[in-house]
């Protein structure tokens, strides 16, 4: 907080701060003794009417009366990380992107439009790395229209909580009746202290052949499904075997590009969990990408995934940003505009 010479809190912010993060301290006269400051720090993303809007590293929004502030200040950009590689928020977007691929794409400026017959939001969702090259409802229109064209729901992936995230295109289309529907973050990590571990009986390959997809959680996977999971630089498949007979006790994936490896789609046999087996398949895929010269990680995990988060700290991954899929509101397309719904949320959104 801003504190003047003459020892007292001030508001050094105004409108004119709209789109910088900055840290706020507000009275609440009607809390209990020793709450009725409240700090808060995030992107200002309006300050219209007399209340401010802000949206924090999670991508909640907090609306603050005016009236209520008694000190404020524009502080910099949410500091990198102290520990793992440094990536900023758009090299990690387009390295996460080339990881799961659509089978579909447009340019619509400096957005990018992806359709995959429905198989998780993240192939089906526009990636906005910039200026449409139209005004913001224009170009939603033109979003909502190609989606409908493909009986899909209008998706946007957007992030927060990282310098050049998009806290203002968040706060824009939640005026404007979009919703969130989830949200999940991205994290990185070294790669060799993954490799680093004690590996049993790993298969890697190429292909997800029909043992690996027995054990992946989603079912009733379609040919445009294989695509995407099929898509990337360099995709490696690992299985822990299981019982005779049985589907594998562990699987995961790998994408590696450049100096990236990409974890995903990692499960485990309900009844084999806690015995290392997921950071088994994590170590045997981290050291194929050492191989081919990668060096850094990452993984993206949803909030609610405590297990998994947990696994994720221990193997030294840490959050960089949080991503959040809006989708269009209910009825803007017309009443006549259907299409099925978007794949469930599960581990890979």
């Known amino acids: 907080m ?24 507000r009275w609440n006269e009607h809390a209990a003794e020793g709450e009725k400051f409240t700090d808060t720090v995030g992107v200002l993303t309006s300050w219209d009417n007399g ?19 008694v000190a404020g ?23 996460s992107a080339r990881a799961w691929q659509p089978v579909e794409r447009e340019r619509l400026g400096e957005w990018e439009l992806r359709a ?20 913001l409802d224009e170009a939603l229109t033109v979003v909502r229209r190609w989606y409908a064209d493909r009986e899909l ?32 973050e991205l994290w990185t990590g070294a790669l060799a202290p993954v490799a680093d571990r004690e590996v ?5 390959s190429r292909a997800a052949d029909e043992a690996w997809l027995a054990r992946y959680q989603r079912k009733g996977l379609s ?17 822990v075997p299981g019982a005779q007979g049985a589907p594998p006790a562990a699987i995961g994936r790998c994408v590696v590009d450049g ?8 499960e485990v046999d309900p009844e084999r969990r806690r015995q290392g087996l997921a950071t088994a398949v994590m170590a045997a895929l981290a050291r194929q990408a050492l191989d081919e010269g990668a060096s850094a990680a990452w993984l993206q995990v949803e909030t609610g995934n405590a297990e998994g988060r947990g696994l994720y700290a221990r193997l030294g991954f840490g959050a960089h940003h949080a991503y959040h899929h809006y989708r269009e509101p209910e009825g803007s397309r017309g009443p006549d505009a259907g299409g099925p719904a978007a794949a469930g949320p599960g581990p890979m959104v």
């Open 200 to 204: 049993p009986e790993v298969v890697l």
């Open 73 to 95: 200040r524009v502080v910099p950009a949410a500091p990198a990380r102290r520990r793992g590689p440094s990536a900023s928020y758009e090299e990690l977007a387009r390295i």
């Open 153 to 184: 729901p209008a998706y946007l992936q957007l992030a927060t909580g990282a310098e050049g995230t998009q806290e203002l295109l968040c706060a824009q289309l939640e005026a404007r009746g979009w919703r969130r529907e989830v949200t999940a």
């Open 2 to 25: 801003e504190i003047s010479a003459g020892g007292r809190l001030e508001v050094r912010i105004t409108a004119a701060d709209v789109g910088k993060r900055v840290s706020v301290r």
């Open 223 to 239: 040919e445009v499904a294989l695509r995407v999971l099929g898509s990337g630089p360099s995709v490696w498949f690992a299985t």
């Open 259 to 266: 100096r990236w490896a990409g974890f995903a789609a990692v």
């Open 116 to 135: 995959a017959a429905g198989f998780t939001r993240r192939a089906n969702s526009v990636l906005p790395l910039g200026d449409p090259g139209l005004p």
């Open 51 to 69: 209340v401010l809007l802000i949206t924090r590293r999670d991508g909640q929004s907090v609306r603050i009366a005016e009236s209520s502030l």
